[in-house]
């Protein structure tokens, strides 16, 4: 557990801090690149997804999990030097005010938003009602054009037992399923691993890649936001989620099933994630092609109300433990062979 | 190469006929009479999008194998839907009139008292509604609902009706193609433009292999665009489009990109892609190498069959390229003829630049 543990604070800081919004994710794919040197084959595919193989004898799984973060587009900067910009992704624009947006070349810009008559101080804030202030006054149009894409500045920190970043939903899945390879080097599956691009856009990365490597069993490890009644049973800090029921999904329970024999044989303690309303990349992949069986794994998180999200350290580090035991291999149905 | 010219005849031909989602044939009969003798395969897919394949030229000497695959350069997919949005008659009232609803987006407010282009006959009726001295006050201040309205044929029972309309038939606007110096207006621009923009550069054989799609369906939800891409399983995709123009009294500025006459509009992203960035920079690159002047698509808004075909198969890298128009989705629409002449000529370009440099 140690080693997953330091190996998940080690990482985590600079992928919380690496660019890639949906859809220009080179930042974050570096950052991986890096972290997973020695680990595998790794590949790039049309839609940006970083993909790594590491072959086996035995099914064909598929894990997958999300890199992209939050971001905004300009769709034009004006001689003032003040910007109008579209989102990326599904945050509500009110949790993205004040936050730096930063380019990938390292230019920043500030996000504030117009606070109109009657405005209910934020609450029912429109995207269009945002704006960009990049300081540069007449210049500001040539130095961002329409089409620049930027994220959202992520500055992690370590409060007591939580991960605090903004980018906490994209990046703390990709932590442990880094730490597990590395815990986990041999692998009785041929093992392909997708870190998916544009998820915020409708698990547009997960859905080419399942295509691509048409797996015989797919593992989404991802965060899911607690919030509101229907996620109140669950806990941040109480252990990793394992997905019975979202948007457009339900639990393969064969796939389930080896989930929660990891779980037990990892002694990591679960809960359950049953939602309506939100899902993951795990709807995309289970239905590539003609199916296939899928499973999710979800860490718990709390949002804060602005940009960044509360993650607590011990469920990454139990994902990671978890992933990491189903790929070393977990006894068979009936438990004690 | 010097790129082919922007068939202006075409667009005349495509525009007035009718092609209402799901009902594209007589678009797809002009367009493959305009295309045949010069593709090496054309179809009719299963959903009815008109695909057609076609090979560079060979080199004129002899190379070795390695060398002509690598001069050859990738697939390419060209995409333009043939379809429109429009009218369904889904009710045929006793007294002949034809109850409708819309097929695709139209803004309701633009509707009453326009002619529209019944069936396969082309039957004329006007759409109606209660005149407004017979509207209570407030509601004559409302936009009236597509329910309310009756699409009027000169029918006075149903079985006059009957005899030349069915349920199931489709309306489309009644405009004429007209040409006013380099203004051309009609009705489909959305995506007629396209279509023509496609059949210019297929008849003069592109410079890398392409499979050139005419999709079906596009307005009610990129339909024939996503199992058309998945057949051609193609290396890069670029989809050519007409889209909105923002200039009007009382829009600033900012918000009036593109323009209608500013060139090729490119998109960076919309509400179903995030083009790649590779190929918006290739054509950013061509327009700037060719002195073709390009302008950016306001990001955010809309979204195209590029969407569908991007996350077909295990991905496409993919691009659109569009012409701006005035008032498309309405009866009658403005577009300035050097912008598809631009488009085709920064989309043959770009072919070109694709054969050298696409890895």
Redesign the interface.
């Known amino acids: 557990m140690s080693t997953l543990e330091s190996n998940v604070d080690a990482l985590l800081p600079e992928l919380l801090a690496a660019f890639g919004p949906s859809g220009r994710e080179s930042g974050v794919r570096r950052a991986l690149r890096k972290a997973l040197r020695g680990l595998g084959t790794l590949s790039e595919d049309a839609t940006g997804n970083l993909r790594l193989h590491r072959p086996g004898r035995g099914p064909r799984l598929l894990l997958a999990t999300p890199m992209d973060a939050a971001g905004v587009i300009v769709t034009r900067v004006d001689a003032s030097g003040l910007g109008r910009v579209t989102l990326l992704g599904t945050r509500a624009p009110v949790e993205l005010v004040g936050s730096t947006v930063v380019f990938e070349d390292g230019r920043k810009a500030l996000l504030g938003y117009d606070r109109g008559p009657g405005s209910k101080n934020g609450a029912d804030l429109e995207a269009d009602q945002l704006f960009l202030e990049t300081g540069l006054g007449k210049k500001g149009e040539r130095e961002f054009p329409v089409g620049s894409v930027g994220a959202i500045e992520d500055r992690p920190a370590r409060l007591g037992e939580f991960w605090c970043g903004a980018n906490i939903e994209g990046r703390a899945g990709c932590a442990a399923v880094v730490a597990a390879l590395r815990a986990a080097r041999s692998s009785r599956y041929d093992l392909h691993v997708v870190f998916a691009a544009q998820s915020g856009l409708g698990a547009r990365g997960a859905t080419t890649g399942a295509f691509g490597i048409d797996p015989e069993l797919a593992v989404v490890v991802d965060v899911a936001h607690i919030e509101g009644r229907e996620t109140a049973g669950i806990a941040v800090g109480k252990g990793p989620c394992l997905g019975l029921k979202e948007s457009g999904y339900v639990a393969h329970p064969e796939a389930l099933a080896l989930l929660k024999r990891a779980a037990s044989a990892a002694r990591v303690k679960t809960q359950w994630l049953i939602r309506e309303h939100e899902g993951t990349d795990a709807r995309a992949i289970r239905a590539a092609r003609i199916g296939v069986p899928t499973a999710l794994v979800a860490i718990p998180a709390r949002r804060s109300g602005a940009a960044f999200s509360l993650a607590h350290a011990r469920d990454i580090t139990q994902t990671a433990a978890l992933v990491a035991k189903l790929l070393a291999g977990v006894p068979a149905k009936g438990g004690s062979r | 190469m010097i790129a082919p010219p922007f068939d202006d005849a075409l667009l005349g031909r495509l525009s007035e006929a009718s092609g209402v989602s799901g009902g594209e044939d007589a678009v797809r009969r002009i367009l493959i009479d305009d295309v045949r003798d010069h593709v090496d395969t054309l179809e009719i897919d299963a959903l009815g999008s008109l695909v057609a394949r076609i090979s560079p030229a060979a080199p004129r000497s002899p190379r070795s194998k390695g060398s002509r695959r690598s001069r050859r350069g990738p697939h390419v997919l060209l995409c333009a839907h043939m379809d429109e949005v429009g009218l369904m008659v889904f009710a045929i009232e006793k007294d002949g009139r034809l109850r409708v609803r819309r097929v695709g987006g139209i803004d309701q407010r633009i509707l009453v008292g326009q002619v529209f282009r019944v069936g396969a006959s082309g039957l004329r009726g006007v759409l109606g509604a209660l005149p407004p001295h017979l509207v209570s006050r407030p509601e004559r201040e409302k936009v009236i609902s597509i329910e309310d309205m009756y699409l009027d044929i000169g029918a006075s029972t149903r079985e006059e009706a009957e005899r030349h309309v069915a349920v199931g038939d489709y309306a489309c606007f009644d405009t004429a193609y007209e040409k006013w110096g380099s203004t051309r207006k009609g009705k489909a621009f959305d995506d007629r433009v396209g279509c023509t923009v496609l059949a210019s550069l297929v008849k003069k054989r592109p410079p890398v292999p392409v499979t050139a799609v005419w999709s079906v369906q596009e307005e009610v939800g990129l339909r024939g665009a996503g199992a058309a891409a998945r057949r051609a399983n193609a290396d890069v995709a670029i989809v050519l489009e007409g889209t909105a123009s923002g200039e009007a009294p009382g829009a600033s500025?900012?918000?009036s990109?593109p323009l209608m006459g500013g060139g090729p509009a490119?998109t960076?992203?919309d509400r179903t892609l995030?083009a790649?960035?590779r190929l918006?920079d290739l054509l950013e690159r061509t327009g700037k190498e060719r002195k073709i002047p390009t302008q950016?698509k306001?990001?955010?808004?809309g979204g195209t069959d590029a969407g569908r075909i991007?996350?077909s198969?295990?991905?496409?890298?993919s691009a659109v390229v569009s012409v701006a128009c005035r008032y498309i989705h309405a009866p009658a629409a403005y577009l300035d003829v050097r912008d598809p002449q631009r488009v085709t000529a920064l989309v043959w370009h770009t072919l070109e630049s694709l054969r050298k440099e696409w890895t």
């Open positions: 500025p900012g918000e990109a490119l960076v992203q995030m790649d960035a918006v950016w306001r990001p955010g808004v991007s996350l198969g295990a991905g496409i890298p």
